[in-house]
């Protein structure tokens, strides 16, 4: 059995939530795994820790393929504003700025001009030492809703802008490996394949399914099958083209067991007879040890190595009692399978928090938690999500919050606010301060 060619990590937008030690220990860590791929965001991190990037991965013999959000870069360098944006079907702009979910509007000419203008200017600014770039789009839900983009597929509404970027880089910087995404609401073949056949890789991005249950699993939530049969239409439009990311630590948030182990390997099965090329699986530092067991048994299979199944308790008690994700009742009575400890109390707060209201108590106990556990949780994200979620419920509010925390508190995402602080400044120190003022100002 070979090993795929492509095994590795994306690190998603989490770059900024590592201190320069937990980056480098991360990447060191894929030379003992034999993976061979990380993702960068250089939206989120790049310009802050490229340097150490470069130098570990050229240590550890790791390739990097450095991912942008299209609209959200490329809009930035070209000067575009909220006109040229994705809009609702009364014509407003879903965003004001060039942020993670920002799309253009297909309808609009001037927006796939200055698309792209930008990237123009982004490939033109790129350091020799890329060699592979991967332009992407963010969810699939906010894509342009105008009388003239509603009625055609989200996929289609993207298929110019794919285009345009890889014209863009055949005119500048023609040395470069190409790759864009197929992911959320994205998942049909777009009419006119032309832009993709001239790709190098397509990373197919299975986002909606449950990691407890394998995609082939006759007994899985119905998306998976659905799922299955859209990869291997791309797998064989693409022969030799399409890769994988699985979203298996979800940021950390739903349990130190949300992965199942057993159902990743009888994936990679899947994945051989379909014709995928590899995996890259979303993974950081901080709450990577809760998940180190299952790359390390996983990393064998990868690289083509006969692996037996193993037995996960959790995903195994989830599949019998028909639950799609672990954590979401505290019914489910984690000490069963969890030793007293950490990881114990961990899951039995998380438990809390997926299934009662997020008040002030709640918060403030879970910031306890997180914080006296910096290097085992990603306790930013939690922070930030935990926050939101009370604040949209109207379950929790705060009173007499700085104008920096006011802004942290109404973000859609944590790390267009990261990115947008100045260079100069710790994201996590800045991060650490909000945390501690949304804790005293908590009501």
Not at 112 to 129: T, Y
Not at 269 to 288: D, L, M, S
């Amino acid at each position: 059995m070979t090993r795929f060619p492509i095994r590795g990590f994306n690190m998603c937008e989490s770059l900024l939530r590592h201190t320069p030690d937990e980056l480098r220990r991360f990447l060191r860590r894929m030379k003992s795994l034999n993976f061979n791929t990380v993702i960068i965001h250089y939206d989120y991190g790049w310009k802050h820790y490229h340097d150490i990037i470069c130098e570990e991965c050229r240590k550890s013999g790791v390739d990097i393929t450095l991912m942008t959000f299209g609209p959200r870069t490329f809009f930035s360098l070209s000067g575009c504003s909220r006109e040229h944006f994705a809009k609702d079907g009364n014509g407003k702009s879903f965003t004001s700025t060039a942020e993670c979910e920002t799309h253009p509007c297909f309808s609009d000419p001037r927006a796939l001009e200055l698309f792209c203008r930008g990237a123009e200017i982004w490939l033109q600014q790129l350091p020799p030492e890329i060699r592979r770039v991967h332009m992407r789009a963010g969810d699939g839900h906010l894509f342009c809703r105008c009388p003239e983009c509603r009625n055609k597929t989200v996929q289609d509404l993207w298929q110019p802008f794919v285009a345009g970027f890889v014209n863009a880089a055949k005119k500048h910087r023609p040395d470069l490996q190409l790759e864009t995404d197929v992911y959320y609401g994205r998942y049909e073949l777009p009419q006119n394949c032309s832009a993709h056949e001239q790709l190098d890789f397509i990373m197919f991005d299975p986002f909606l399914r449950s990691p407890l249950y394998p995609l082939n699993d006759m007994n899985a939530p119905e998306i998976h099958s659905v799922l299955l049969e859209h990869l291997k239409q791309w797998c064989k439009r693409f022969p030799g083209k399409v890769y994988i990311h699985e979203n298996t630590m979800k940021q950390g948030f739903f349990g130190v067991f949300q992965h199942g182990t057993d159902a990743v390997l009888e994936d990679l099965k899947t994945f051989r007879e379909t014709g995928v090329q590899g995996v890259c699986f979303e993974a950081y530092e901080p709450g990577y040890s809760a998940f180190e067991e299952m790359f390390e048994t996983i990393s064998p299979a990868m690289n083509g190595e006969v692996v037996p199944s193993v037995h996960d308790p959790v995903a195994d008690w989830c599949r019998r009692n028909k639950e799609i994700q672990w954590c979401r009742s505290i019914e489910q009575h984690p000490e069963r399978f969890l030793p007293p400890g950490d990881d114990l109390e961990y899951e039995k707060l998380i438990s809390r928090i997926h299934s009662c209201p997020i008040d002030s108590k709640l918060y403030r106990e879970y910031l306890d938690f997180a914080m006296a556990r910096q290097d085992k949780l990603d306790w930013l994200y939690g922070c930030f999500t935990i926050a939101r979620r009370g604040r949209l419920a109207g379950t929790l509010k705060w009173e007499g919050l700085s104008p920096l925390a006011q802004d942290f508190s109404t973000r859609t995402k944590l790390w267009d606010f990261l990115e947008d602080l100045p260079h100069h400044q710790s994201a996590l120190e800045v991060g650490r301060q909000i945390a501690e003022e949304l804790y005293r100002c908590a009501r």
